[in-house]
């Protein structure tokens, strides 16, 4: 079992930078692929970024591609997602998740565990 807290949603203007944390419990957590998923108003939950249990494997969603980076610290169960030139489309929930298995699987329902999520609003 993981358990996923995120933080560090907020507000932020359009071209800024926001940094969302997850925080993981459980022993395993080290064995786990974990992602960023989001969610905007009217839309389905998408793929944002995921990242294999080393960290040395990436993968990223069209929409942010060099704008946003997704990395993990095994030691402290956490996993991060820095989030730079932000647009207002991005404005969604941001939800944390974990799989065992994989980093490379971007529909959702193929992500076993998930946080609550955390607001993330840009204005224009």
């Known amino acids: 079992q993981v358990q996923l807290v995120e933080s560090g949603g907020g507000l932020v203007q359009a071209g800024g930078s926001l940094r969302l944390s997850c925080a993981a419990s459980g022993r395993t957590f080290s064995s786990y692929a974990m992602g960023w998923f989001r969610q905007g108003p009217g839309l389905e939950r998408e793929f944002v970024a995921t990242i294999d249990w080393s960290g040395d494997s990436t993968y990223y969603g069209d929409s942010v591609k060099g704008r946003f980076t997704i990395s993990r610290d095994n030691a402290q169960r956490l996993v991060y997602l820095q989030m730079n030139s932000v647009k207002p489309e991005d404005t969604a929930v941001y939800y944390c998740?974990?799989?065992?298995?994989?980093?490379?699987?971007?529909?959702?329902?193929?992500?076993?565990?998930w946080g609550q999520g955390t607001q993330v609003t840009v204005s224009s």
């Open positions: 998740a974990a799989r065992s298995g994989a980093a490379y699987v971007y529909t959702v329902p193929r992500w076993n565990y």
